[in-house]
T-cell receptor
Framework: NAGVTQTPKFRILKIGQSMTLQCAQDMNHNYMYWYRQDPGMGLKLIYYSVGAGITDKGEVPNGYNVSRSTTEDFPLRLELAAPSQTSVYFC????????????????FGPGTRLTVL | GDSVTQMEGPVTLSEEAFLTINCTYTATGYPSLFWYVQYPGEGLQLLLKATKADDKGSNKGFEATYRKETTSFHLEKGSVQVSDSAVYFCALRGGSNYKLTFGKGTLLTVNP
């Protein structure tokens, strides 16, 4: 299994440009998540999905959109890039819902480092 | 809401030194507690976890005990190695939701 894969690894955008960060998992996990990690900070949840066709906002969703057309893929879209979106973005997945399985583990991808100038 | 406070870094140790990274939390109900490690240029990996009071999580020589009375989950290792150099994140998951709440991370550097 490749686990959670993310592309690209690095990207520089100009203000106002748009892009899609790709995320895929091959573990047949129902739940997928997008986090951002700002320097010296912990991870903050942007969006999550509990299954194909179902997504919901996390703590910091403004400026982002997501879709989940398949179980495997969970792309994150930035429509009008702003310098405040300069961050490292991590995708993660897990099998089920925490409240039903306290041993449920989130598996993380290697991250995408995005700079908006 | 839920929150995690972990000791500020960076922490610099010599090889074979004893490591403690403090972590305290605020949460309603009975959260599960985690330590994640992030090696340079990589994503986060689960290091260890504990799901109820007095549980001890352990992995790769690291240990942490879930202390409900002090709301703490301190990470310890008796003898660190250069390969342990990484950023360590304490995190919790509330008893009734999916969401992981992370601390700010502690950078550990181990010198030979």
């Amino acid at each position: 299994n490749a686990g959670v894969t993310q592309t690209p690894k690095f990207r520089i955008l100009k203000i106002g440009q748009s892009m899609t960060l790709q995320c895929a998992q091959d573990m047949n996990h129902n739940y997928m998540y997008w986090y951002r990690q700002d320097p010296g900070m912990g991870l903050k949840l942007i969006y999550y999905s509990v299954g194909a066709g179902i997504t919901d906002k996390g703590e910091v969703p403004n400026g982002y959109n997501v879709s989940r057309s398949t179980t495997e893929d969970f792309p994150l879209r930035l429509e009008l890039a702003a310098p405040s979106q300069t961050s490292v973005y991590f995708c993660a997945s897990s099998f089920g819902l925490a409240e039903r399985d306290p041993y449920n583990e989130q598996f993380f991808g290697p991250g995408t480092r995005l700079t908006v100038l | 809401g839920d929150s995690v406070t972990q000791m500020e870094g960076p922490v610099t140790l010599s090889e074979e030194a004893f490591l403690t990274i403090n972590c305290t939390y605020t949460a309603t109900g009975y959260p599960s507690l985690f330590w994640y490690v992030q090696y340079p240029g990589e994503g986060l990996q689960l290091l260890l976890k504990a799901t109820k009071a007095d549980d001890k999580g352990s992995n790769k020589g690291f240990e942490a005990t879930y202390r409900k009375e002090t709301t703490s989950f301190h990470l310890e290792k008796g003898s660190v190695q250069v390969s342990d150099s990484a950023v360590y994140f304490c995190a919790l998951r509330g008893g009734s939701n999916y969401k992981l709440t992370f601390g700010k991370g502690t950078l550990l550097t181990v010198n030979p």
